[in-house]
């Protein structure tokens, strides 16, 4: 309850709860109070059903010293643990704090299984099933959301599974990138290309070097406008891995494919984030994660 933007959330859930709980008190002691007059045959004269009367028993005494008992619970707890507004509560807990505690005993519990793999070589661990299957789990939960469960990606998402590496493919940048995250961001430059026939030309030049089809015509006159893009992408549109931009003289195609897609891309830019998980994962889960990440592409072997 500490997201409250202003004090004014915080005052209203407390007196809301407050009120709610006193509201039930004084529900049971004003009905506690009325008594009903009985007839001869201790009814209280209503019928339903022509022959349904209803009797003038009291509540039993459990019961109503059930209710009380709920009622000096609920205050307790508003005063042990937070529900009150921002207050914390006497106790200090939190799902956070709880949430962290948890995370604490089963990283203590998981140390000595990820003990044999720590200063295990990337392609060790690709031939130790137990450490893969390990890795396999730990990519299912915390990767496969973007990258698909059999890691070949989607569009705007990376195919893991083929040799092409944004910023390199070696177990050590891929574990540089599961470690830190990545933000891949290509600029605009359709004011740098020039007119909107210029950006199309350019967009054909740029299937031209992957050998993609496009009109060869257009791509003559889009060469040329190509140096806004070499600085990044390299004269020859081969990526550059230090910067993370993207080998274009490969067929594949990140965020689409064809004539369309190139001049969106040119036109509007685009920014990709790949979230660090230093934090979420200890240093030796992400060892183990990055070689099973390293071993479903057909790359070499690292150098040893």
Known sequence: MSDFFNDFWSYYVAVLSLASILACGLLLWLTARVRATPSADNTTGHVWDE??????????????????????????????????????GELGWSTDGEYAKDMATATRELEPVYAAYTAMPADKMA????????GQRLFLNNCAQCHGSDGRGSKGFPNLTD??????????????TIHKGRIGVMPPMAAAVGTPD?????????????????DSLRAGLGKSKFSACAACHGVAGAGNPALGAPNLSDKVWLHGYGQEAIIAM??????????????????AQIHVLAAYVWSLSPGPLPAR
């Open 51 to 88: 022959d349904l009367r209803e009797a003038n028993n009291p509540m039993p005494r459990w019961w109503m010293g059930l209710f009380v008992l709920t009622i000096v619970f609920s205050l307790g707890y508003l005063v042990a643990y937070p529900g009150l507004g921002s207050y914390q």
């Open 127 to 134: 031939g130790d099933s137990a450490a893969m299957a390990i």
């Open 163 to 176: 040799n092409d590496w944004l910023y390199g493919g070696t177990p050590e940048k891929i574990s540089e």
């Open 198 to 214: 210029d950006v199309k030309n350019l967009a054909n030049y740029v299937l031209s070097l992957s050998g993609s089809p496009h």
């Open 266 to 283: 040119i036109n509007t830019g685009k920014t990709n984030q790949m979230p660090a998980q230093q934090g979420r994962l200890t240093d």
